[in-house]
């Protein structure tokens, strides 16, 4: 088209209204919200991540999100580890675990999803009247670092330690029924695997998370090289995490409902377990995430009873936290 054409053309439409239309159409042609997979597994703690992704918060927060469905904690630890994932949803135990293992991609911490006050547990089979009882008993932990830790914590309340008890590495799916047939005679677990046990009162729960106050976090972990490239899409993510509790507080019966029905609960089941866990606003975690902050001294403390349980080295780095993300996401 000739130059005077083109000048007739912006002068009937607006110069800005073609600018606005190409850009449309363009945009329209070529661009797409960037994506990120982003591990789950079965515990209350992880399901905002996901809930916002099933309420396309995510695409609001300008990203996709890609919930991939992990059978245990220790399976995120692994794909972690392999490279598969570049953020993963961990307690803090576990992080400190990946730091020992795969130094060079120790990971950053960017938001605080819950602490667990009450949620993490150490159940019991009937004929067990108490913890001292235990002494020389099977009882089920997880692959993971986490399972040794909250029980560690439970028996030196008791004068026992991790030497007094038979370790059975079994997967939280397994636990219920290997309480039920006898194979153990404890488990340490969570909702919803605590709950499943529970149901048929086979078992009862003989210490829980409330008595560790400040030691168990449930994080969002991000490989630091991930991280330094996409960081805007880390930020997304926890401004997508954040919508997602401001939906379930506006509609909590949704919220439930989604939840519950992914962890196989009932929404009463899923309510009581969520009862067991604490939430912290994006404001509260700028403090919470400060390099000498709450978070810090919790990952140094993980690490030293760790090492002290010698399931880490003490001479390996721990993960580094910051409030960027969770700032920026406000």
């Not at 580890?81 to 911490?109: F, H, K, N, W, Y």
């Not at 799916?173 to 529970?198: H, T």
């Not at 709450?294 to 993960?319: C, D, G, M, Y």
Request: glycine residues 6%; aromatic residues 6%.
């Amino acid at each position: 088209m000739a130059a005077p054409a083109w000048r007739s053309l912006l002068h009937r439409l607006g110069g800005g209204a073609v600018i606005t239309a190409a850009v449309a159409a363009l945009g329209g042609c070529f661009w797409r919200p960037a994506s990120v997979d982003v591990p789950v597994s079965n515990w209350p703690g992880y399901e905002y991540i996901y809930l916002a992704h099933k309420l396309g918060l995510d695409q609001r927060a300008g990203i996709t999100i890609k919930p991939l469905q992990f059978p245990d904690p220790q399976a995120i630890v692994h794909a972690y580890l392999r490279g598969d994932v570049p953020l993963a949803q961990l307690t803090t135990v576990e992080a400190v675990d990946l730091c020992a293992r795969a130094p060079s991609r120790c990971p950053v911490i960017v938001l605080i999803l819950d602490e667990s006050r009450g949620g993490d547990q150490v159940a019991v089979i009937k004929s067990v009247p108490s913890l001292q009882a235990l002494k020389g008993q099977p009882v089920a932990v997880t692959f993971s670092t986490l399972g040794p830790y909250v029980l560690s914590r439970a028996l030196e309340q008791h004068g026992l330690t991790l030497t007094d008890v038979q370790l059975h590495h079994i997967p939280l799916a397994q636990m219920p029924s290997a309480l039920r047939s006898g194979e153990v005679k404890a488990a340490v677990f969570f909702p919803p695997f605590s709950d499943y046990a529970a149901r048929d009162g086979a078992s009862r729960t003989l210490f829980d998370s409330r008595a560790i106050p400040g030691e168990v976090f449930d994080v969002l972990a991000v490989d630091p090289a991930y991280l330094k490239r996409n960081g805007a899409t880390v930020t997304a993510v926890v401004r997508a995490w954040a919508a997602a509790h401001q939906a379930a507080r506006e509609d909590p019966a949704k919220a439930l409902a989604i939840a519950a029905q992914r962890e196989q609960l009932s929404v009463e089941e899923y309510r009581r377990a969520e009862e067991g866990l604490m939430y912290f606003s994006l404001k509260q975690q700028e403090a919470m995430l400060q390099p000498g902050g709450v978070l810090a001294r919790n990952l140094k403390a993980v690490q030293e009873v760790q090492a002290r349980l010698q399931l880490t080295s003490p001479a390996a780095p721990v993960p580094a936290v910051t409030p960027r993300f969770a700032e920026a996401a406000q």
